[in-house]
């Protein structure tokens, strides 16, 4: 199956083989099975619904993918690889979950921080030779900035050092980092690959067998396993996904455009436009601009606020990558006080673009008004 496309691959991947099977891998929660078979407790040897959701991705990445928890269990079980004393290396624009494992394990000692901007590919360059992981996130949340991933992933790097790259907002149809030479790629689950605002649960992808066998060991004993239910619901979301980005993103475009011929609006961020800085690498590297959008709305916190408590189609939430529209201001969450106070972050939904652009404009108006 591995000639089919990746839209193809995402629906025909990890199904039961056997005559008489079902479709689906069916929801089947166990905690233990009946010795003498290849699975003796789940914790340690997963299920059968795991490996579905393991294959499909792994597939599309082109590694072997793990899944956790959720994102942040992922993201932990990378830091689990790392020796002691190492030296570390973020994205001045990251998520800030990530940010906040790095830095408490830095004030405990267990290793040291440095942060790089997203677009300075020469320090990202002079860092890997001294770095044991480098974590790169593009595009990055919530500034969407865009890494010269294949430039970095090129560098000479330390010895046994780690590049990953949390492809979230990308998605594994929009890019691929293991094919521009990453080590890792993660993804919050949670997001784009389930699709519906429903489950949590995270993957690691790699070609490296070590690595994997790390991840795995340590799913296994920090219990950072997910449930039955919630990947059985990202495998169904996921036969979607090709569809669902697809629109999202073409919409993403259009609302892009229209909220920076807007007055009320200051700076637009999304991928996709000309005008965005590191748009250039972005139309190189990404099979797709995606689905998220970040803006200032003139006015401040204040304009802000008013703007996501009139929205009544777009959802004012936070997370990304479902079907549903969500919209908040990024500035507003604890930890996330450095981002500028009007900055709104848009994650586009499969929505008609008319009627979400109907919404912003009419929330705009009462915004006004009140
Ligand atoms: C949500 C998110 C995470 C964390 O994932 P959880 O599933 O919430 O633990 C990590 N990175 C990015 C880019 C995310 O959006």
Redesign the pocket.
Known sequence: MNKLTPESWLVAAGRPEAAGSPLNEPLAPASNFTLGGERIYTRDSGAPGWESLETIIGGLEGGQATVF???????AAVFDQLPSAAQIVLPDD??H??SELAGTGESKGFWQLRRVPVDDTEQWISAAEESDLLWL?SP??PLLSVADLRSICAAPRKPGAILAV?N??ATPLNQRPLELGADIS??????FIGGHSDL???LLVTTKSGLDAGFRKSRTINGAIPGALEVFLAVRGLRTLALRLAKAQDSALRLARWLQSRDWTECVRYPGLETHPTHQIAAQQLGGFGTMISFDVAGGATAADALCRNVKLIRHAT???SVESTMERRGAVPGQEHLPGSLLRLSVGIESWEDIRADLERAHGHSKVV
Not at 186 to 191: D, Q
Request: proline fraction near 0%.
């Open positions: 928890s959720s994102g942040m269990a992922a993201v990251c998520y979950g990530v996130e990055s949340n949390d979230t907002f993660m993804h919050s689950a949670t997001k949590l649960a995270g997370s990304l990558g």
